[in-house]
């Protein structure tokens, strides 16, 4: 049978909708206008315009207005298949054609008419059709949709209302009533829909969730029936709790989901117990009864519930270690488990949670069936090796010969990564685990089909390699690296001899002739670099080699790139200052980026990732240069400022201020929002009242504020000569015409406003403003700090008391935040009793700046000796000051 | 195809079973009443909203099963009449006579319909029903006919009726008229 459909399958070309062509297929809607309609013609031709749309074929807007109303000559036919296929079309090109309300009149009669086949349909079409103005007119349908009888029609006015409520939140808030009694409704699905409703009309209300599932849980004996509602109201009790915080053991929210575990349904049950487990601040006594529910689900007949425990008790083993070990007797029953995804995520748990004398039974286990699972469960098991390394340094060897084997195997990128990440972790976190780590990987690297990663590798080795015992080992690897393979890999190979060049002296001539050869490469890149790093380590000057290859300096390459294009087109005969380019935005370690090989990698010499750090400064420079009016401040943009806020949030108007410093002017960005849906603004501008030295340039004014928008007025300054008045404070007013306009349509009433003003707060200028962070590694600051003076720095110092500073943390990082820069080498402070900031900047314009405060525990709060050393005298004195 | 057969047909003097009328007007002239009220199966909608967009109607009256596209009549959604125009067999335009302020409004509606490209050059039939005859300052509709300067109008047949919504009162004349126009005519010329 199957080989009979096969051949008849191939000689229709298989798919019959593979060759479609849009215009013949538009041509054929043409169809539609006859008299009388034919519904097993136009039926075909629907579908083929459904698929087309899906398979992302576009449709101009005439294109699909003609369609559309050809579309609509079709209820003209009473034929079923071809209406619902007319609703479905309608539902498609809603977004595309224009006048879609013309079927407006037609789908709510089909709605509220007796045919129920059309009804439910409809009322999807016509909610689709249907935009915020128009929903007046089918407010009252949509009314009697949500109480009807028919669960498909309820169900279905009461999901299109969750759509609607996007776009037109205030009228669905009306229909509370109506959802209110579908939630009485028999049907399972009704139920669940109106309580998503409801749910979701007062969800910004903390106090009305509160009532609505303290109502529904109370008596819920009679009045919930659906299990998929029950599941919908564990979340959202679960959501408040968490939100609500404190001690769950009185709360009935608590009880509630309690209860649920005794609930008839699985579904349920499964859920309540999920809920329990993966909530916060709870104590083992609380959480046993879920856990005893996913003991008896591992030890189901079904695998879909065995599966689901499984997995629930996977997530939650770091978090309530103790949940997991009270299963583990039915974990251990699981690893032999007909069904393979049951069976690795229990041993993953069991190695989360076990003992150091079980992983070596474990791993054997694992490693009988790894091949046969997929990717997506390796990475799993991967993960769980990762957490197993940290936790017992000492089986390092036995996990990283089995990730080694792993690392043969075939597999896909992400699978491979994370393996690398897991050794690159425990290579870093484990110091014994250093050399056999390296060695794998230079194994691994030999024949590995992922560029991404042979870069990573190559770049780690570069890094670690030289501070091993034997450096000269992985010279071979990395060598073999540039004779085999593509260009891009070839480059960061050359980069990382490099760097073992100029770390390991007795090692640099065998460099240098590799480098030599390296020159004659068939690639730009690969050459450049080559020549590059072989002049500046042929030069064998110590602190060259520093600053250029070990160290390289942090500049912003996209300003960097801007500035000199700048530089020549203007062809001025002054000598390019390196320092008016803003330095690199520091990398600070998130979440995201901790994962990433080299986590002391903002010093990064891969190729592959500097494209990536877009700073901030250079993605605004870039908006600015499309502001009119803001092109012409002379230098470059150097440091943005956090956003402030000038006004109190939920009031009339809404303004934010972003301080942008330029070498010799500060802009202020004024982000105003008009919350008033009954006022149009007008040439609405601030007016800020400079203090001494300041001189306004230019203001910027926005000339048309509608409700809802935010826009950006603009003020130029320019910074007073004495710096000693640039840290100030400037008084600020919102200025503008108002003009009353309908609410629902924007159109003012009247042509002419009245002027208004509003007070904003004061926009504080500070000395952060002024000074943007540049990252340095203790070693280089140090280096810095010492030679400073000989650099012709001055210093200014000064020692400060910092009363009513609880702790040392508190102070440190007041501190930092007030000077808005990165402290380098900064280690756990929590139990010391002193510590050393060392805070390295660039002063705009270009001149740089060290900064080191030693703050330490008084009797009366902390004290600080603050510590400025700086190109520029006044530039030190200012910020000592502004400390003060 | 069913151009041609329809044509073979009135060549045998049979009759045109199904035709496609378009109904328009201004707001509030009274159409989708007269559409509830030919359908005359016992399912009428008690109360008639204004329409969005268009209403797809069907009844049958003597021989013939009318296909009506009842299209709203609001300012705001006029223009998109005309894109039903093209397959029309014939035109009910719905005045409401009680409404002396926006006869110059109907009017120009009038002018521009018979302007259309679309219309221009084909002969089908136009009923005018000059609705809301039981008002009582509703004109009359020989004075509308005068109003509306019906007697330019050359290249097509068409006749007023003052009818009444409501009652039914003069609908029955008109649509006979109507009927009549639409079998004997080559609408596909």
Known sequence: ?884 | MSGFFSRLSALFGLKKKSVKVIMVGLNNSGKSTIVSLLKSDGDKNSEIVPTVGLNIEHFRYQQVLFTMFDMSGQGKHRYLWERYYKNCDGIIFVIDSSDRLRLAVAKEELNLLLKHPDLSNRKIPILFLANKMDVREALSSVKIANAFGLEKIKDKPWHIFATSALTGEGLQNGIEWFTEQLSQGDVYT
Request: charged share 25%; aromatic share 6%.
């Open chain 1, 1 to 884: 049978m199957a080989i009979k459909r096969d051949k008849k399958e191939e000689e229709d070309g298989g798919n019959m909708f593979q060759n479609l062509d849009k215009t013949s297929v538009l041509q054929d809607a043409r169809t539609f206008n006859d008299t009388p309609v034919n519904p097993r013609k136009c039926t075909p031709i629907l579908t083929k315009i459904l698929f087309l749309l899906n398979q992302g074929e576009q449709l101009g807007t005439t294109e699909a207005t003609e369609a559309f109303f050809a579309m609509t000559k079709l209820f003209q036919s009473k034929n079923p298949v071809l209406r619902r296929m007319v609703y479905l079309g309608i539902k498609e090109l809603s977004n595309l054609a224009e006048d879609v309300i013309i079927v407006t009149s037609s789908l709510t009669k089909d709605m509220t008419g007796k045919e129920d086949l059309y009804r439910a349909a409809a009322i999807r079409a016509l909610c689709s059709i249907t935009d915020a103005t128009m929903l007046q007119t089918i407010e009252r349908y949509m009314k009697q949709a949500i109480v009807d009888k028919n669960p498909s029609v309820a169900s279905a006015a009461l999901v299109s209302s969750l759509h609607m409520s996007k776009t037109a939140g205030d009228v669905v808030k009306r229909w509370v009533n109506e959802a209110q009694e579908a939630l009485n409704s028999d049907n399972v699905m009704v139920q669940y829909h109106a309580l998503g409703l409801l749910y979701h009309i007062r969800k910004t209300d903390r106090l009305a969730v509160n009532k609505l599932v303290a109502r529904l849980t109370s008596d819920r004996s009679n009045r919930l029936k659906s299990p998929f509602a029950f599941c919908m109201l564990i979340r959202i009790a679960c959501k408040q709790l968490e939100k609500d915080g404190g001690d769950y053991s009185d709360s009935p929210l608590f009880g509630f989901v309690e209860a649920c575990l005794r609930h008839k349904n699985e579904t349920v049950t499964y859920e309540a117990a999920a809920a329990m487990v993966n909530l916060r601040n709870t104590t083992a006594r609380q959480v046993s009864p879920a856990v005893s529910v996913l003991q008896l689900f591992c030890n189901s007949s079904k695998p879909a519930l065995r599966f689901a425990a499984v997995r629930t008790l996977n997530k939650v083993a770091m978090t309530h270690p103790p949940v997991v070990t009270s299963c583990n007797l039915d974990l251990e029953n699981l690893i032999t488990d007909p069904n393979r995804s049951i069976a690795t995520l229990a041993i993953t748990t069991l190695l989360k949670t076990g003992a150091e004398s079980a992983v070596d039974r474990l791993m054997k286990q694992i490693a009988s069936f790894v091949s046969e699972i997929s990717d997506e469960f390796k990475i799993v098991v991967v993960q769980a090796i990762r957490a197993l390394c940290l936790k017992f340094p000492r089986k390092h060897n036995t996990l990283m010969t089995f990730l080694s084997a792993m690392l043969r195997d075939e597999g896909g990128l992400e699978y491979k990564a994370s393996i690398a990440d897991t050794i690159i972790t425990i290579i870093e976190d484990n110091p014994d685990a250093k050399e056999i780590g390296l060695a794998h990987l230079c194994e691994f690297i030999e024949d590995c089909e992922h560029v991404s990663l042979a870069v990573r590798i190559l770049h780690l080795l570069g890094k670690e390699g030289p501070k091993t015992i034997q450096p000269s080992r992985y010279i071979r690897f990395i060598y073999n690296r540039v004779i085999l393979e593509i260009a891009v890999i070839r480059a960061a190979a050359v980069s990382a001899l490099a760097q073992f060049g100029s770390l390991c002296p007795d090692l640099l001539p065998n460099i240098l002739v590799l480098l030599a050869r390296c020159q004659m490469d068939t690639d730009d890149e690969v050459r450049d670099r080559a020549t590059y790093y072989h002049y500046i380590l042929s030069l064998q000057e110590k602190g060259l080699i520093f600053n250029y290859i070990v160290d390289p300096m942090q500049i912003c390459l996209v300003t960097l790139e801007k500035s000199l294009a700048q530089q020549v087109q203007e062809k001025s005969s002054t000598k390019f200052d390196l320092k008016s380019v803003p330095p690199a935005a520091v990398v600070t370690m998130t979440e995201d980026t901790a994962k990433e090989p080299v986590p002391e990698g903002s010093i990064s010499t891969v190729p592959a990732k500097a494209p990536l750090i877009q700073s901030t400064v250079s993605s605004y420079a870039e908006k600015l240069q499309n502001v009119p009016g803001l092109q012409s401040i002379p230098g470059v943009l150097f440091h943005v400022s956090e956003p402030v806020e000038l006004t109190e949030s939920e009031t009339e108007y809404f303004v934010t201020c972003t301080k942008l410093a330029f070498p010799n002017h500060l802009v202020l960005q004024f982000e105003c929002k008009n919350t008033l849906s009954d006022q149009l603004l007008e040439n609405v501008r601030v007016q800020v009242e400079a203090s001494e030295g300041y001189r306004v340039v230019k203001e910027i004014s926005i000339p048309r504020l509608p409700y809802n928008e935010t826009h950006n007025a603009y003020v130029i300054l320019q910074f007073p000569d004495q710096l000693a008045l640039t840290v100030t404070n400037f008084g600020a007013t919102l200025r503008f015409i108002v003009k009353d306009c309908d609410p629902t349509t924007g159109i003012p009433d009247a042509d002419d406003g009245y002027d208004d003003d509003y007070m904003l707060e004061d926009v504080e200028i500070s000395i952060s403003d002024q000074i943007e962070k540049i990252s340095m590694d203790k070693e280089a600051f140090d280096r810095a700090w010492e030679t400073a003076i000989e650099d012709g720095f001055t210093e200014s110092e000064d020692t400060f008391n910092l009363p009513g500073m609880g702790s040392l943390e508190q102070a440190v990082t007041k501190v930092v935040k007030f000077l808005s820069l990165e402290p380098t080498g900064l280690t756990r402070i929590a139990d010391r009793s002193s510590v050393m900031l060392c805070m390295p900047g660039m002063f705009r314009g270009g001149i740089e700046v060290l900064i080191r405060a030693k703050l330490a525990v008084s009797n009366n709060g902390v004290s600080m000796q603050f510590t400025v050393k700086s190109a520029h005298p006044e530039v030190a004195e200012l910020i000592c000051a502004a400390v003060g």
